[in-house]
């Protein structure tokens, strides 16, 4: 359903001679994949992200949605930035924040504060609607990211280092929780990150980027076993294969020292 | 919520204390016979007959027409120079255009087109209201076009992640995030509304505090004329805390998320 064709991405460089930081970059993301974007730091994934989300358009290449260019944020797609900290509206509390996403959908204000307060629940910041986002921890500032990306209710989800500050509990939870999510309402998940193990946990295909300036290195379908369980799934000989598989494609691609 | 800093009690009493003591001090002036009793009556005086023009009702009337003249210029120029400055500061179109006529009138003080706004607006009400509104919308402006500019690219992006269009980014994202600077171009265009306000009353006026002031000197009622002033020190200090009030009431996230958190 979300096509990206080609994609490269050149940001003028002040001064010295531009280089492409994408360059040809094509996949398809189909209806009820999670597709996982991994990839070594700095190679593009966040400006992959951004581009499928319509806030900056391709220096060459399309980005089709349902055979359609995007070129502005489409309704049916919701992003949880990396820099989430920074997303949240500080002259907003948590509640105010997560009522933003459902402002356009012309529900009566109390389904609204239902449907906030309940997003707030799954990510365990049940306590703390009325807090403003700077009041949290920067785990609990991602998570109320999350849960405005999630009551936002879009068929399509991209996520860009979601989990990348809370502790491993809290991690391994949000990590079903958006599985269960996946599951439940069938939505599309694009998700950046930089754990192998994360990626190969969640994902239903595996997108490896190379460094900069990247293009796709190999793309990799997860053939674990659904549902996912946090002990069982990553004990099995297959999930340590694929980790490892992945581990060296990685190390492949990344600067040499 | 974060609490404030807890305030000394040097700190709560220097205010009350400073207050209570200038009318001494004035008092041990004026008798002490260094200076003429008729130009510097004692505080007694004044503040006697202080009371009597407030219960006459000479002075609130003439206080209602100063603040009524600042009032509607200081209002005016915030309905106008508020969704201007943001048209600018988000258009760099707009900024091409509008700024050289800012640069070039930015400097003008204020004072020097009242004899102009005379020829044009008689010395009526409108002519105040137009010389306020003039002072005022300088700073406003230039702070809102600030504001606007400088709101943060991920804060829109979100909006528009989020599905807002044109109407509800302006109003929910970039006026919110923009309040801090707003409220800042509005803090410093209060004093000089009040300032040109009296002003403007005392070059071309029959009415209002600045008038009366003007013409209490005149006709030698020196403790009237130190009563004015003292209406006018009293009133603006309200008129001051009243904004600060709603001033902290409005960005009360601006100084906890500076400050990085509680
Ligand atoms: N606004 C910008 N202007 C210039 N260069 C940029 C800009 N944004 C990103 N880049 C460059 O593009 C490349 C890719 O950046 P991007 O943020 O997409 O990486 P990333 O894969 O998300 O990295 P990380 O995993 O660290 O988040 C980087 O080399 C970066 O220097
Ligand atoms: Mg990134």
């Keep these: ?257 | 919520m974060s609490s404030p800093r807890k305030r000394s009690l040097f700190e709560k009493a220097s205010g009350p204390v400073f207050f209570l003591s200038l009318p001494l001090l004035w008092e041990a002036v004026s008798r002490s016979g260094l200076v003429s009793k008729l130009y510097f009556p004692t505080a007694a005086d004044i503040i006697a007959v202080w009371f009597s023009l407030m219960a006459d009702g000479t002075l609130p009337l003439a206080l209602y027409q100063t603040f009524s003249r600042m009032a509607a210029g200081f209002f005016t120029a915030a309905c106008l120079m508020i969704p201007l400055g943001a048209a600018i500061g988000l258009s760099p179109r707009l900024r091409l255009l509008f700024t050289p006529a800012i640069e070039l009138l930015r400097p003008l003080p204020p004072p020097a087109i009242i004899p102009a706004a005379m020829l044009f607006l008689g010395i009526g009400s409108s002519m105040k209201i137009f010389v306020v509104f003039f002072a005022c919308s300088f700073p406003i402006l230039i702070n809102a076009m600030e504001g606007a500019r400088r709101v943060p690219r991920l804060f829109t992006d979100t909006g528009r992640v989020f599905g807002a269009g044109k109407g509800r980014l302006i109003w929910r994202v970039i006026l919110p995030a923009a309040s801090p600077r707003i409220m800042s171009g509005l803090r410093v265009a209060l004093p000089i509304a009040l300032i040109v306000a009296v002003l403007s009353e005392m070059v071309g006026s029959v009415d209002g505090v600045g008038h009366f002031i003007l013409h209490m000197q005149r006709v030698f009622s020196i403790p009237q004329m130190y009563a004015g002033v003292v209406t006018l020190g009293l009133a603006g200090w309200i008129i001051n805390a009243l904004f600060m009030l709603a001033d902290r009431k409005l960005l009360a996230w601006y100084g906890g998320w500076k400050r990085g958190g509680a």
């Design chain 1, 1 to 257: 359903m979300l096509e990206i064709k080609n994609f490269s991405k050149t940001y003028a460089a002040n001064g010295a001679c531009p280089s492409p930081a994408v360059e040809n970059v094509s996949f398809t993301l189909r209806r009820g994949d999670l597709l996982v974007l991994a990839g070594p730091s700095g190679c593009g994934k966040s400006t992959i992200l951004t581009a499928a989300a319509g806030l900056a358009p391709p220096t060459c290449g399309q980005i089709l949605l349902e055979g359609r260019p995007v070129t502005a944020p489409p309704k049916e797609m919701a992003l949880v930035f990396q820099d989430y900290a920074n997303s949240l509206f500080p002259w907003r509390t948590v509640t105010g924040n997560v009522l933003f996403a459902l402002e356009g959908k012309g529900l009566s204000r109390k389904a609204m504060r239902d449907a906030a307060a309940s997003s707030l629940e799954s990510v365990g910041l049940g306590g703390f609607g009325d807090h403003y986002p700077w009041q949290l921890s920067g785990g609990m500032q991602q998570r109320a990211a999350i849960a405005r990306g999630l009551a936002y209710g879009a068929e399509i989800l991209l996520m860009d280092e979601p989990f990348a500050s809370v502790d491993a509990q809290t991690r391994e939870d949000l990590e079903d929780l958006l599985l269960r999510v996946r599951e439940r309402y069938g939505i599309t998940v694009l998700l950046v990150t930089h754990d192998i193990d994360e990626a190969v946990y969640l994902a239903s295909r595996i997108l490896v980027l190379s460094k900069r300036p990247s293009t796709v290195a190999a793309e990799i379908t997860v053939d674990l076993p659904w549902p996912r369980e946090q002990v069982g799934t990553r004990s099995l000989a297959r999930f340590i294969e694929l980790r490892n598989h992945i581990h060296q494609l990685l190390k492949a691609g990344a600067p040499s020292l």
